[in-house]
């Protein structure tokens, strides 16, 4: 067993005060005082101690997952403290405890349901949300990560071996650079393409072709399939699972932008939302709303409002970590 296969089976030990000092940290920060000393101090907490990152990291996920919170502990409660954090002191310590709780009762199964935040402390290669990474393995090979992205990387016998832990990269290589990329669900070899490989959250592997081909095989099949420039398939263990013709912008991520091409708001919302913490949606009866567009990914917050303002829609933002879209109130 390697030692990446150790770090997804050990349950890591986040001590209730790691769990409770993360999420004073994440409250502290919703506050508009939040300053430069501050940002200081939060920054030399997160350097103290290898799990601090974790815990940190474990913080910004439940903040996400506010209206599913799949613990033992009470969704209320961490309701309550994103939706009223600069409340009296009193009620801010018993909120610190009650989330902390919710993180040290949850570790073990927040370890396998979100091992992402594992695969990206132990990877060779990680962005964080919102951040994009170009590597250069030599002259002729390259890939860049996207948002929340690991990869692990290795050369041997005259081949690149790859392995997408989570997230999502663009690969290219010219010139015969035989590689072969790996996710739970495929493997793909190319020997001079440019393809994106990304991990989907319904346990699926979605690739897409730009330039060259590849060959493609289920984790639990016997054949090889052939993809070529311009395709775009998603594939699960077993096989394809369906397919679709390339939109030439589908990476535009690796310039830094993000762009709609008449998809429903909430599919664009969901992808957006990759790319910062917290939760992003919008109400129920807008979800099929059509959005057009280019957007630069740099400020999120300025996407949300031009997207508000051309559908002539309201937005709620009850902290940074929580913004929601919905129908301008009815005027008197």
Not at 19 to 39: K, R
Not at 213 to 218: N, T, Y
Request: net charge neutral.
């Amino acid at each position: 067993m390697t030692s990446t296969d150790n770090a997804f089976t050990r349950e890591p030990a986040l001590s209730p005060k790691m769990c409770e000092e993360a999420m004073a940290w994440w409250l502290d920060m919703q506050e508009a005082n939040f300053d430069s000393p501050a940002q200081a101090a939060f920054m030399a907490w997160r350097g103290e101690h290898p799990l601090h990152e974790l815990a940190w990291e474990k913080a910004l996920a439940l903040a996400t997952q506010l209206d599913s919170v799949r613990t033992r502990g009470d969704p209320d409660l961490a309701r309550q403290a994103l939706l009223h954090s600069s409340e009296n002191g009193l009620s801010r310590r018993r909120a610190i405890k009650g989330l902390a709780l919710l993180l040290t009762t949850s570790a073990g199964a927040w370890l396998a349901q979100d091992s992402e935040v594992v695969s990206r402390l132990s990877a060779d290669y990680a962005t964080g949300v919102g951040e994009q990474r170009r590597v250069a393995l030599n002259a002729n090979l390259s890939f860049d990560l996207n948002t929340r992205s690991a990869i692990n990387v290795r050369h041997t016998d005259h081949r690149w071996d790859l392995r997408l832990l989570s997230g999502e990269v663009l690969v290219d290589t010219v010139l015969n650079q035989a590689l072969a990329i790996d996710t739970p669900q495929v493997r793909a070899q190319a020997a001079s393409a440019r393809f994106t490989v990304r991990q989907l959250d319904n346990g699926s592997t979605q690739l897409a072709v730009y330039r060259g081909s590849l060959q493609v095989i289920p984790a639990k099949a016997s054949t090889w399939t052939s993809m070529q420039a311009g395709q775009l398939a998603r594939f699960g263990p077993l096989g394809l699972v369906d397919q679709a013709a390339l939109q030439a912008n589908a990476a535009a991520w690796t310039e830094g932008m993000i762009v709609a091409n008449g998809q429903p708001l909430q599919a664009f919302l969901d992808e957006l939302g990759r790319y910062r913490h917290g939760h992003l949606g919008c109400d129920r009866a807008l979800a099929n709303l059509p959005v057009w567009g280019t957007y630069p990914l740099a400020d999120s917050d300025r996407i949300i409002d031009a997207i508000a303002q051309t559908l002539k829609l309201d937005v709620q933002r009850f902290t940074r970590l929580w913004v929601n879209l919905r129908a301008l109130p009815a005027t008197v």
